[in-house]
């Protein structure tokens, strides 16, 4: 009896597991995707609110001087932070087979190229910071 109990219990887990695992892979694939950039996250949260103009002006400037204030307490650890990235990045490669470590390249060739334009508008974002 106990066993046929811990079966069932096994069964209704693993359909449970692999549930949640379809759920957010469909998620993924089929989800609607919001806004891609900063600037248009921004604007689609002000069309969410419904702010006037001088409320989105207002909002602009404390979000630019919040960005601001973040990218200026980022400068001082980001050369820690690039240090650990890449302690992490080197554990990682010596974990994975050739075959995995060049799959896994792939994917950080696109992510730095994703990255890149993120960088760019961020800069451009944070010339008024100086």
């Given at each position: 009896?106990?066993r046929?109990k811990?079966?069932?219990?096994?069964f209704?887990?693993?359909?449970?597991?692999?549930?949640?695992?379809?759920?957010?892979?469909?998620?993924?694939?089929?989800?609607?995707?919001?806004p891609?950039?900063?600037?248009a996250?921004?604007?689609?949260?002000?069309?969410?609110?419904?702010?006037?103009?001088?409320?989105?002006?207002?909002?602009?400037s404390?979000?630019d001087?919040?960005?601001?204030?973040?990218?200026?307490?980022?400068?001082?650890?980001?050369?820690?932070?690039?240090?650990i990235?890449?302690?992490?990045?080197?554990?990682?490669?010596?974990?994975?087979?050739?075959?995995?470590?060049?799959?896994?390249?792939?994917?950080?060739a696109?992510?730095?190229?994703?990255?890149?334009?993120?960088?760019?508008?961020?800069?451009?974002?944070?010339?008024?910071?100086?």
């Amino acid at each position: 009896m106990q066993r046929s109990k811990r079966q069932a219990l096994m069964f209704l887990l693993g359909t449970l597991l692999i549930g949640a695992i379809l759920g957010l892979s469909a998620d993924r694939v089929l989800g609607a995707k919001g806004p891609e950039t900063p600037a248009a996250r921004r604007q689609a949260m002000y069309d969410d609110l419904q702010l006037t103009a001088a409320q989105r002006a207002a909002m602009d400037s404390l979000l630019d001087q919040r960005h601001c204030q973040i990218a200026r307490t980022l400068a001082g650890v980001e050369p820690r932070l690039d240090s650990i990235r890449a302690s992490a990045r080197a554990q990682m490669d010596r974990l994975l087979t050739p075959e995995q470590r060049g799959r896994l390249e792939a994917r950080r060739a696109k992510w730095r190229k994703d990255g890149d334009k993120e960088r760019r508008d961020q800069a451009k974002r944070l010339e008024t910071c100086k």
